[in-house]
């Protein structure tokens, strides 16, 4: 190959200090006589080094590919590009390193109509976020199957210019025509282009994740799933969330959903009120996609769960950020007969005993348990273990939770619940230095 053909890879390699390639060459002791064997690397067929290649990082991809010139022409199989991740920081306020601004035009201009499972990686910075948004306005001749934007920090792509993000992201709706999976998380993506993104890629769009995304309301996400019927899982906010959307997802067009996420998080500083949804829009989604995990995620203030568990809800997975009352679960117990797995962060100084007895009398399908800011007494945490037995396939537990009582102390505490669960077992504790 000709040496200006390499002029990308050149200028990333010069970086590094190794200076002359040596050949690579592989010995191997046949017998006692000391035979050897010599390998020439440069000899492995293309679909070999392809797989080798596929195990570097992207730089060695590049040193690599000086080797010689087959290693070079295997650095730019359409293969190996299918899948790429682009980086991007400002390297004052970044811990990673960003991708290289040669190497991110090679790949627009020779490589663009082969990606298919792409990603930006962005810092903190409105600067990367923007850069981000314009290496997706120039994927025009793309097929990407999978779309994932991801803030390492604070959601930067918030803080830039809707209409810039909204027409970047456009551009890859329309053109890729096979989307199936997407996280927008924490953007400011509108309901206009969801409705673009349905109209180009309904009989694909499997996986959509979009919490945090203050600019979609109700009616865009009730888009998706009138369209998008082969839908499988979704993730967003609870203030989108509905009883249509529920019904929707519960249509006899609809496959059935296998995962939907929900994080309850304040709309507003201070707001107490959450609107509630129906029973009877609950039960038509468990009735169509009976196996749906629903899986929700609290990050409120105790005045604000005045809305929930006040009748049966078919959540499998509950994670409490901030404290959550002694009274809001109780409420769990008697409502919530699908549990599979509760972390609670923090309750305060209430015992817990009679709630977390009712929860693994109730809570059938329980099988995780976490709980950190809380109190327990030993005896009733012996018999929340007693009653749900071995199916207890996660039990963290911080030995500062566990009150001592007449019965139990903590000393006798990991016999009686290791004998219960089947195995060794000890409450975490915080590590000392």
């Known amino acids: 190959m000709k040496r200006n053909n390499l002029s990308v890879v050149d200028k990333i390699v010069q970086s590094s200090p190794t200076a002359k390639q040596p050949k690579l060459v592989f010995y191997s002791c046949l017998n006692q006589t000391q035979t050897y064997t010599v390998l020439d690397w440069g000899s492995l067929p293309h679909h070999v080094l392809l797989r080798i290649f596929q195990y570097l990082s992207l730089i060695d991809r590049a040193r690599a590919s000086s080797v010689c010139r087959q290693w070079s022409e295997v650095f730019h199989i359409p293969d190996l590009w299918r899948k790429f991740e682009f980086e991007l920081n400002q390297s004052a306020t970044s811990y990673f390193k960003s991708t290289h601004p040669d190497l991110i035009q090679q790949i627009i201009k020779k490589h ?85 993104l349905v109209a180009n890629n309904s009989d694909t769009l499997r996986l959509l994740k979009m919490s945090s995304c203050p600019h979609v309301s109700s009616d865009g996400i009730l888009c998706v799933a009138d369209h998008c019927q082969g839908l499988r899982e979704l993730a967003l906010n609870y ?38 949804i ?72 209430q015992r817990l005993d009679t709630e977390l007895i009712c929860i693994a009398e109730r809570c059938k399908n329980l099988t995780a348990l976490g709980l950190s800011e809380c109190e327990v007494s030993c005896s009733a945490f012996i018999e929340f273990v007693r009653l749900c037995g071995r199916r207890l396939t996660q039990l963290s537990i911080m ?35």
Request: with cysteine.
């Open 112 to 196: 663009a109509a082969h990606l298919q499972y792409v990603s930006f990686k962005v810092d903190s910075s409105t600067e990367s976020a923007e850069a981000a948004c314009d290496i997706l306005s120039q994927l025009v001749n793309c097929s990407i199957q999978t779309l994932g934007l991801i803030s390492t920090a604070k959601p930067s792509f918030m803080n830039m210019s809707k209409s810039h993000f909204v027409s970047a992201l456009t551009v890859v709706f329309v053109n890729s025509k096979s989307l199936s999976s997407i996280k927008i998380e924490d953007t400011p993506v509108d309901d206009p282009s969801l409705k673009i």
């Open 278 to 349: 129906q029973k009877h829009s609950w039960d038509a989604l468990i009735k169509h996609s009976p196996r749906v995990s629903v899986v929700m995620y609290f990050f409120l203030y105790e005045e604000e769960f005045r809305t929930f568990f006040k009748e049966v809800t078919p959540v499998t997975h509950l994670y409490f950020g901030r404290s959550v009352s002694k009274a809001v679960l109780g409420r769990i117990g008697l409502n919530c007969p699908r549990l599979v797995e509760l972390v609670v962060c923090a309750n305060g100084l």
């Open 399 to 433: 030995e500062e939770v566990l009150i001592p009582d007449k019965d139990y102390g903590l000393e006798e505490i990991h016999t009686e619940v290791s004998k219960y669960l089947g195995r060794v077992w000890f409450p975490d504790m915080m590590p000392v230095w």
């Open 239 to 276: 203030y989108i969330l509905s009883d249509e959307l529920l019904l929707a997802l519960s249509s006899e067009t609809h496959v059935n959903l296998e995962h939907l996420r929900i994080d309850v998080v304040s709309e507003n500083p201070g707001q107490i009120e959450f609107h509630p």
